[in-house]
Structures are given as structure tokens and as C-alpha cells.
């Protein structure tokens, strides 16, 4: 059931009907039937065995379904843990999957898409989303959470790569109001720019960056796109 909620949001969050067109794209509908290809390939050979596998985990931390529900507060405690959990083991992950041997063998799959649309979010080599799998996981498998509480977080988290990458700035977008998150600007740079001076690396959230001095590229632009008035 986990897997199939993960795989539904992955697919249908993507539907161009529901997308703002801010930004020209320049992907052939080739290039997108061959990440949805492989997207769904990917799901069936490394998500869902990774999932059965780390069931006997979240069992043992104390995963349970049965009634009551937490209390909410222990729901959002656990969900805001997670969120910054992650952001932090992705930084380093990613920042090391930008490495010279690592970014040519591993990373640049993700990278194919410089202009990169929401179903990209989840487009990387196996060994990527093994290590993704596991920065989305180590918070639950940490606190042994409420089957719905997971769920949530599987949904926000799908929810916040799919924005991530979609290349449009939503008005809705979490960017317009919580002054620490990223958005779709701040990881549409990550994917626009060299490798090498790409940046931006954290998942979520924008501090991580600036506190390790890899967002100095990003600001620089938005400081010049300031001065000129430039928007999306
Ligand atoms: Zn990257
Ligand atoms: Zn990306």
C-alpha cells in the first residue's frame, strides 16, 4: 500500500493540466517517455524491494496501524523531524554525489534534464535512489512512527521534490511563505548550472547552503536579477 501511494503521487502529480507555464521547457516528449520508462522500471526493481525489505525494520522501531491516531502534535513533531533529518543526510549525500568519479557514473543521470519537469524528481541512477530511499526512511526508521504519519510524509516528501522540480514558481509554492525553503528556483539553478559550480544541494530547505557557503552562485544571481527586476 506504501509502495502504491508513493508510486500514484510520483506519476499523477506530473499531469501538465495542472501546471503554471512560467518557464519554457526544451525536453522532447522522447526524452519523456524515456524517464517515464525508466521511472516506472526503477519503481518495480529498486523502490518496492527496498520497501519490503525495510518493512521488518519500521515493525521492530515500532511502526503500528491500529487505533487511536497520535495526537497531532506528535504527528507534526515527527514530520518537521523528518523534514530537517533528510535535508541534512541529502546535503552530504548530494554534495558528495558531485564529486568527479560520482557525478560522472552515478549523479549525471539526474542531471540529464537541465530543465527539469516533476516526474525528473525521482529520474536517477539505482545506487541514487537507494541512497535518496534511505534519507527519506532514516527519520521513520529512527522513531518507529504511526502507519499514517508515515504516509504523510511520504506524501509531503513526494510532494516537495515533484514542486522542487517542476521548474514553475506556484503561487502556492511553500517558497512564498516559509522564509528557509527552497522551491523550484532554488533547485532549478542546482540543475541549470555546471556540476562543478552548481550548489544548492540541500533538498528542502535553504540554510544548509548558505551555512556551508554552497549557495554563493545562487545569490549572486538573484542579487543581479534583483537589480534588473527580473522575475518568473
Ligand atoms: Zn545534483
Ligand atoms: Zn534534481
Known amino acids: 500500500m506504501s509502495y502504491k501511494l508513493h508510486l500514484c503521487l510520483s506519476l499523477h502529480l506530473n499531469e501538465p493540466c495542472v501546471l503554471f507555464f512560467f518557464q519554457k521547457k526544451s525536453n522532447t516528449s522522447e526524452a519523456q517517455e524515456k524517464c517515464i520508462v525508466r521511472l516506472v522500471l526503477y519503481h518495480v526493481c529498486v523502490n518496492l524491494p527496498v520497501m519490503l525489505v525495510s518493512y521488518p525494520t519500521f515493525r521492530f522501531m515500532g511502526l503500528r496501524s491500529s487505533l487511536p491516531l497520535p495526537h497531532w502534535s506528535v504527528i507534526i513533531s515527527q514530520i518537521i523531524f523528518y523534514f530537517i533529518l533528510e535535508d541534512f543526510v541529502f546535503y552530504w549525500g548530494h554534495r558528495t554525489l558531485h564529486t568527479k568519479w560520482l557525478y560522472k557514473h552515478v549523479h549525471s543521470i539526474h542531471h540529464e534534464y537541465a530543465t527539469p519537469f516533476g516526474l525528473t524528481s525521482e529520474y536517477a541512477h539505482p545506487a541514487e535512489i537507494l541512497f535518496l530511499g534511505f534519507a527519506t526512511v532514516v527519520g521513520p ?49 542546482h540543475h541549470r548550472v555546471l556540476y562543478t559550480k552548481s550548489g544548492n544541494y540541500a533538498s528542502t530547505f535553504v540554510y544548509m547552503d548558505w551555512l556551508f557557503g554552497t549557495d554563493k552562485g545562487y545569490r549572486k544571481l538573484k542579487a543581479v536579477e534583483e537589480v534588473e527586476g527580473k522575475n518568473y
Not at 522513531?143 to 521548474?167: K, Q
Open 141 to 189: 526508521a529512527l522513531t518507529g512512527p504511526h502507519l499514517f504519519t508515515l504516509w504523510l510524509w511520504m506524501i509531503l516528501r513526494v510532494l516537495e521534490t515533484v514542486e522542487a522540480h517542476s521548474g514553475y514558481h506556484f503561487p502556492w509554492s511553500p517558497s512564498n511563505f516559509l522564509p528557509l525553503y527552497g522551491g523550484a528556483d532554488f533547485h532549478d539553478y
